[in-house]
């Protein structure tokens, strides 16, 4: 668990002062975050159950449906994230396989391929930034 934590523990310093990811974030402090998904990653690669017993089944692309997850979110996710792999120096038979499914899990959590301000908001409605009316 501890490799996990030090990984999204450096992962998260990057989301702090991304201010394209940090506003996906309900909680100000990304504490709540880090912590679910330490959980997450330490379930899915064999550690304890705990996230599953006090969140469910992950559903990672219905927990991100919300979001405004584009490709240049994504690509900053990915910046973020292979900084932390990088700082926590994992063997490069751990490393592999790790960075291999955070790359995919990354390219499947895209939701649009609109410019930012249209397409899934946090409200989880779509926002075209048309009228609704003609008199609007």
Known sequence: MDTFRRLVDAFYRGV???EVLK???P???LGPAAERLTLFLAQYWGGPSTYGETRGHPRLRMRHMPFHV???ARD??????RVAVDEIALPPAFEAPLW???ERAAYAMVNTFEPRGIGPQQNGRADT???VRASD
Not at 76 to 81: G, K
């Open 16 to 18: 702090a002062s991304d």
């Open 23 to 25: 506003p996906m974030y």
């Open 70 to 72: 584009d490709p240049d």
């Open 27 to 29: 909680e100000e402090d």
């Open 100 to 102: 291999d499914y955070l």
């Open 129 to 131: 930034g048309l009228p």
């Open 76 to 81: 900053r996710w990915l910046r973020h994230m």
